[in-house]
Structure formats: structure tokens, C-alpha cells
């Protein structure tokens, strides 16, 4: 296709994708649907062969809602009926039951033999509410001597073994933030009704044994996405997938890092630009000779946002058999190419085959790799089947994940290179039949400090120089307050430097919520300080 027809046809899809009417794409919304059928249509006009669900365009996946609160929440100590949302609210980890039961007063709720501590003792917790104070005997902070027992689902989960029918959370530690009212669809509900009785509600309970009526009512729904699949069969063996998530954050929540009233996030980079190349690739490869080699499956995933559901779910139901899979193409976020030409390859230690990465010329791009194939978008679902996937990537940017990532950024020419670089890749690896799958080195989780707050940035993974790269800041956090920027290293924290990663998160166990340090950062090479207080 002309590279003036190539242009016409992105700008036309991502200014439908990232128009208002779309609601931003929230996965199980009506304007993920659309988005959805969009891709269905295109694939139709360019017929490619429906490899979703029974012979459609489309592979449907259930997922659970964020819950929410029903009408029937009531807690009752003793004679005192408490008001819910104002003396106490059901948390995430409560299942929705009604329970007659009595009181039982069981301090922090701390069962710590190794620590000579055991709070039940002494208690009947059999068949009684569970009443757990949420801080610890010496507070909550990287250096407490209780610091293994400081989340309480571990002590929920004890006085729920010892019998305990509900639990009454509570918080008498001012310096201890309450537990968060919000819902969340991740948390694992235990089987006893758990709420959390504030300040006000603390006042009204009682001693032990007195009757506890307690009623908790939480709507939990499953709700549908929907990845939309087709083939370009050239009848070959080996099937090349190309891939691109077309559902974004809607009015916001979760993962946004926007804080005000809610308001559409357009997701016009994030991710309208990865199905907009995808299309386009469908579109050129189908006319193209030299692409016959290959099989193609273009896959546009729901669910990204929400923590890789599609893509996860695609390679758990596959439309097409996984053996059959060559390679596999991520384009996430590839609409912001700067002047330099600079592109982010992400997975590029996932076979030995990329290397052919740093040898096309095509597009004058700035490639830059890096070998991990877990990252967060959905390349990682086809690395974790083994399969070679890379992640093409034109960086963060002040709008990602703000209602203000809109079209009229996009850069299209820049879209245009990227698109041509990949038909040349995918030439070039023609020739190399199937590609080997190399594990790639991750980074070691298993010994991550502790820490209590937060700059309120999103570290870039992929930075590997010296110190932590900012590739987001959030609205009205400290890093925000403080000035700092995308793309600002941080190298020191008070007195503790930073190296890495490792070393940033040390430094932040060193402080706590209300401290104030210097923060040092480097901003186009120079150094930079400035002052900040964690929240
Ligand atoms: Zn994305």
C-alpha cells in the first residue's frame, strides 16, 4: 500500500478508536465493543479468515468486575446498630453472609510463636466475631519487630482457622493509615464476613461476649471481554502472530495516573497506535509476495489494562495451535516516535533470531533493545509458552495514562517507519524457519525490600544505566509536588544513592510517610535538586 494510503488509513483508525464516543475502551464496556467490532470490520474488508470463537472475529473471556457495595451492609454491637460508610464498611477480602455471633477481642489478631506472642490466647474465638486491631505492638514500619505479620489477610486468615465466624478490623494507631475502602476484583475473598469499623464505630463497641449481628452484601459480576482474531493463510506451516490490545482505561480508575474527576482516557498511543499498525501490517502483508512465507494470526487483545487478560486467556484457549507459532509481535504504545527515531524493543533475548533487530536499516529507527520477555503488556503471555516475542515500544511520555493521551499527538510518519521496519524484519526472517526460544534473565523478586512510601512515579523497568529512570509521575503525588519529570534519573535519596532498582527501593524503606529528604536527579545530564516529602 502507498505511503500515502498507509498514512490516511492509521489517522482514520485511531481517530475513531481515541474519539470520546469509544468511552476509552475500558475492557467488558460498550465502548470496548465498539472498538472490537471496528477491528471485526477491518478484518472483514480485508478478509482474513475469522479464528475467534465458532467461526466469528471474536474470542470472548469472563473476568470479575470490581465489586461493589449492595444495600445490605449492617452491623449491630450490642444494642448500638452502627451506620454503614460512615461507622464502618465491608473490605475486599469479605465475602457477602450474615452472621448472629458475639464479640471476642483479640488485640492485633498476632499469632507469632516464633516471637513468644500468641494475641488469641486465652480467647474464645470459636464461632465469634474476631475484633483485630490492624496495627502492631509497635506500630507499622519497615523496622517493626512484627514486620512478617503486618498484613493482615495473614491475620485474618489465622483467626478465621481458630474459628472466628467475622471479623471486625479497627484501627487505634493514629499513625497507621485505616484499610482502604475500595473494592478490589483481585483480592481473594476469605470465608467470613470482614468489614472495618472506623473511628466513630470503635467508639460503640463493646466488651466480650456481647451480641454481634453483623451483614455483609457485596456484588461481585463477571463481566465479558472480547479479543478479536483473524488469519491471513497463505497455507504455510508456520504462523506468525501479530499482536495489539485495543482496550485502554475508560473514565480512568485503576492504573490511571490522572487524579481528578473522571474524564475519558482516549488511549490514542496507549494503545489505538499498536491496532492501527497492526491493521495496517494485515493490510500490506496480504498484498505483499514476500510475505507468503508465513501464516499471519492479528490478534487484538482486551483486557491489557486490567493485567494481561486476553492475551493470557488467548494463550490458554488458543484459536490456532500454540506449536504452531513462529514468533509473536507486540506493538504497544508505538504512535510517539521523537526526532531522534528512537524505538524500544523490549524481548529481544527471547531467541537468538533477533539479533536481525539491530541489522534492518529500514525506517532510519534508533533501535534500542532489551532482552526480558516479561514486560508489562502482552508479548509476556507468549514468552511464558515459550515463544520468541518482542515488544516494539516508542516510549513513555507526560500523557500516559492521562485523559490527555489524544490523536492529534500521534506521530504518523513515525508509524509509517515502524510499520515499514517490521515488513523488513519479518522478510528478513524468512529464511530462518523457526525461530529458537531462549529464556531471558529476570530480575531476582524474591528479596524485595520493604517500603511504606512511595515517590508516586512509575520506574521504567527497561532503564539499565545508572540509577532509576521516572517513566511516569502521578498527579498530586510527592515526585509531581517535587517537579520531577519522565525521563528524570534519580541517583540519590537523602543520603542513600541509587544505583538500580534494588538500591531505589532500599532507599525508600528508609523513610516514612511525613519525612522530607532531598532528592537528587539528573535531567538532561545535568544534576538536580530538589526537595520532597512523602505522603
Ligand atoms: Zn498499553
Redesign the pocket.
Known amino acids: 500500500m502507498s505511503d500515502a494510503e498507509a498514512l490516511d488509513r492509521m489517522r482514520h483508525d485511531i481517530q475513531y478508536l481515541a474519539s470520546d464516543r469509544l468511552e476509552g475502551r475500558e475492557t467488558g464496556q460498550p465502548g470496548e465493543r465498539l472498538a472490537a467490532d471496528h477491528v471485526v470490520g477491518a478484518f472483514g474488508t480485508m478478509g482474513l479468515k475469522p479464528y475467534g470463537d465458532s467461526a466469528t472475529y471474536i474470542q470472548s473471556f469472563h473476568f470479575a468486575a470490581e465489586p461493589v457495595r449492595g444495600p445490605k451492609n449492617s452491623l449491630q454491637l450490642g444494642r448500638n446498630r452502627l451506620v454503614p460508610g460512615v461507622d464502618f464498611y465491608p473490605v475486599s477480602w469479605s465475602p457477602s453472609g450474615q452472621v448472629f455471633t458475639r464479640l471476642a477481642r483479640c488485640r492485633y489478631g498476632i499469632l507469632a510463636p516464633e516471637l513468644g506472642r500468641n494475641d488469641f490466647d486465652g480467647v474464645e474465638v470459636k464461632d465469634h466475631a474476631a475484633a483485630i486491631a490492624i496495627s502492631s505492638p509497635d506500630g507499622i514500619h519497615p523496622h517493626s519487630k512484627w514486620i512478617a505479620h503486618n498484613d493482615i489477610r495473614g491475620r485474618i486468615d489465622d483467626a478465621v482457622k481458630l474459628g472466628a465466624n467475622a471479623i471486625l478490623l479497627y484501627n487505634d494507631d493514629e499513625a497507621v493509615d485505616d484499610i482502604d475502602s475500595t473494592l478490589s476484583a483481585k483480592v481473594q475473598p476469605c470465608p467470613v464476613p470482614v468489614v472495618f469499623v472506623t473511628k466513630s464505630g470503635f467508639k460503640k463497641m463493646g466488651l466480650d461476649g456481647e451480641p454481634v449481628v453483623v451483614a455483609t452484601d457485596i456484588e461481585r459480576a463477571q463481566l465479558t471481554g472480547h479479543n478479536v482474531v483473524g488469519l491471513l493463510d497463505n497455507g504455510r506451516p508456520d504462523l506468525v502472530v501479530i499482536g495489539a490490545?485495543l482496550d485502554?482505561l475508560g473514565y480512568g480508575h485503576d492504573g490511571s495516573l490522572y487524579r481528578g474527576e473522571p474524564a475519558i482516557h482516549n488511549?490514542a498511543d496507549?494503545?489505538a497506535s499498536?491496532v492501527a499498525m497492526m491493521l495496517q501490517l494485515a493490510r500490506d502483508l496480504s498484498a505483499m509476495p514476500e510475505a507468503r512465507a508465513n501464516d499471519y494470526l492479528f490478534i487484538a487483545f482486551s483486557g491489557?489494562?486490567k493485567g494481561l487478560y486476553g492475551s493470557n486467556y488467548w494463550t490458554k484457549h488458543p484459536t490456532a495451535p500454540l506449536s504452531e507459532v513462529n514468533y509473536m509481535i507486540n506493538l504497544?504504545?508505538v504512535g510517539r516516535l521523537d526526532s531522534l527515531g528512537d524505538l524500544s524493543i523490549n524481548g529481544a533475548g527471547t531467541s537468538p533470531a533477533w539479533a536481525e533487530l539491530k541489522r534492518i536499516g529500514t525506517g532510519k529507527l534508533n533501535v534500542k533493545t532489551s532482552e526480558s520477555g516479561i514486560g508489562?503488556?502482552d508479548h509476556t503471555s507468549f514468552y511464558l509458552q515459550g515463544i520468541p516475542a518482542v515488544h516494539f515500544f516508542t516510549g513513555s511520555h507526560n500523557d500516559y495514562h492521562k485523559p490527555s493521551d489524544d490523536e492529534d499527538k500521534i506521530n504518523y510518519p513515525g508509524m509509517l517507519r515502524i510499520t515499514r521496519y517490521i515488513e523488513s524484519l519479518i522478510t528478513a526472517l524468512n529464511d530462518d524457519g523457526k525461530l529458537a526460544f531462549t529464556r531471558t534473565q529476570e530480575a531476582d523478586s524474591t528479596e524485595t525490600p520493604r517500603f511504606t512510601v512511595t515517590l508516586g512515579v512509575v520506574p521504567d523497568y527497561m532503564y539499565d544505566g545508572k540509577g532509576m529512570r521516572i517513566d511516569g509521575v502521578t498527579d498530586g503525588k510527592a515526585a509531581a509536588a517535587a517537579g520531577l519529570k519522565p525521563g528524570d534519573v534519580v541517583i540519590k535519596l537523602g543520603d542513600h544513592d541509587v544505583a538500580d532498582m534494588m538500591s531505589y527501593m532500599k532507599a525508600l524503606g528508609a523513610f516514612k510517610k511525613g519525612d522530607g529528604t532531598q532528592v537528587t536527579v539528573l535531567r538532561g545530564g545535568k544534576e538536580m535538586k530538589a526537595d520532597i516529602t512523602f505522603k
Open positions: 490490545h485502554h488511549g496507549d494503545n499498536g491489557e489494562e504497544d504504545m508489562p503488556s
